[in-house]
């Protein structure tokens, strides 16, 4: 099978561009620098590529995919990367580089991993990695993550899972990213502090001494 990921960029890219500007679910991403297509479902290869929205030098696009596939110890298969026009009415130079390897996406246990896209991708501000896992994929993955160096929202419809990551400080050697959603940590349950407990103690306190007292003083009375 001719590699999927050659055959598409050009039309891809620009249906993602175009929809990541109206999407507006992540309010500082405008739209990707660069944008990593994972594709499932065509035999026993993930199909992928790189899309930059500049000219690379394929050089440095191909030593993007060797850090990817170091992070992600996937072995590479067919790469094949070339500058073409984009496409459309007015059409830009941009690179590509595409590949195939296998166990990229977690079809046993529904993730979709990003940390090897991210790490090697950092330079860029704005990521986006769209995974297209075949139907019935069963998802369990990340859903959103943030931290002092990157935000990443998940968009999910129908067989299509679009994270957009926003690097806030690319000084990071690795982000040690979960594969699937962190649960949220429960709320702290808060005790009176110890100020109002001493302030209710002696408050009720003085309330009791004052019953006691008006007791005290109606029985006098009586007598």
Avoid at 39 to 58: E, R
Avoid at 88 to 108: D, F
Avoid at 176 to 205: C, H, N
Wanted: net charge positive.
């Amino acid at each position: 099978m001719k590699q999927l990921g050659l055959v598409l960029p050009g039309a891809i890219l620009l249906i993602v561009l175009s929809s990541a500007v109206s999407a507006g679910d992540q309010t500082e991403f405008k739209q990707p620098d660069v944008l990593v297509l994972v594709m499932g479902g065509f035999g026993a290869y993930d199909q992928c590529s790189i899309l930059y929205t500049t000219v690379v030098a394929l050089p440095k696009a191909q030593a993007d995919l060797d850090k990817i596939a170091s992070s992600g110890k996937w072995r590479i298969s067919n790469p094949q990367g070339a500058t073409k026009p984009s496409g459309g009415p007015k059409p830009v130079p941009t690179t590509s580089i595409a590949w195939q390897s296998q166990g990229i996406i977690g079809y046993a246990n529904g993730t979709l991993p990003l940390e090897p896209f991210v790490t090697a991708l950092k330079r860029f501000k704005f990521i986006e990695v769209d995974y297209f896992p075949p139907a019935g994929f069963k998802f369990r993955g990340l859903a959103e993550f943030e931290n002092r160096f990157v935000s990443i929202r998940l968009n999910q419809s129908t067989n299509s899972y679009r994270y957009r990551i926003v690097v806030k400080d690319n000084g990071f050697a690795k982000l040690d990213l979960p594969l699937v959603q962190p649960p949220k940590p429960k709320p702290e349950e808060r005790g009176m502090p110890l100020s109002a407990r001493i302030g209710l103690a002696l408050g009720i306190g003085l309330a009791c001494a004052a019953i006691v007292y008006l007791i005290v003083s109606h029985i006098g009375k009586r007598r």
